[in-house]
């Protein structure tokens, strides 16, 4: 198994990796064993995990997929697992994502030459007030807000301090 990304959040302490094998996992440190430990995530992506990164809040992370969408993945606390909704705008393997700085919005790079500024707001974790941004009111999930033409496959995704 090819671990393709990782992303630790400072907060939780929590790591994300995901790897070729379609599968992600949460981990967390145990301090009486003293040792990492896994928790389930449920992407239900069909091709490799190729990204990972955790919101600002810690309480969401995106996967980037060679499955054309983007899981944006929380935690259900009465199934004791992480569960995703898909974000399913690609029309190819999407290599890269980050969150903005302070708003529920993901961005996506592709090989189908495009980056994508993209709603990930929901509405059972996120604040109307958290998701208001420069890129206007909270929408529905998965709307994509903005599409950046290029002329060759996108490779990797930034946005600035601010979220400009």
């Given at each position: 198994m090819l671990i393709s990304a990782i992303d630790w959040h400072p907060q939780s302490n929590y790591i994300v990796t995901c790897a070729h094998?379609?599968?992600?996992?949460?981990?967390?440190?145990?301090?009486?064993?003293?040792?990492?430990?896994?928790?389930?995530?449920?992407l239900r992506i069909e091709r490799a995990a190729l990204d990972c990164r955790w919101s600002r809040d810690g309480q969401k992370f995106a996967v980037a997929s060679s499955a054309?969408?983007?899981?944006?993945?929380?935690?259900?606390?009465?199934?004791?697992f992480w569960v995703s909704k898909m974000i399913k705008e690609h029309e190819s393997t999407i290599v890269a994502v980050e969150w903005h700085p302070s708003a529920p919005i993901v961005a996506t790079a592709s090989t189908d030459k495009r980056c994508r500024v993209i709603s990930a707001y929901l509405k059972n974790l996120?604040?109307?007030?958290?998701?208001?941004s420069q890129w206007g009111p909270p929408v529905k999930f998965g709307t994509v807000l903005y599409a950046f033409a290029a002329h060759a496959w996108v490779n990797a995704v930034a946005f600035s301090p601010s979220g400009d």
């Open positions: 094998d379609r599968n992600a996992f949460v981990w967390s440190f145990d301090d009486q064993e003293k040792k990492w430990k896994p928790s389930l995530v449920i054309k969408c983007v899981p944006v993945c929380y935690y259900e606390s009465e199934n004791n996120d604040s109307r007030e958290s998701a208001e």
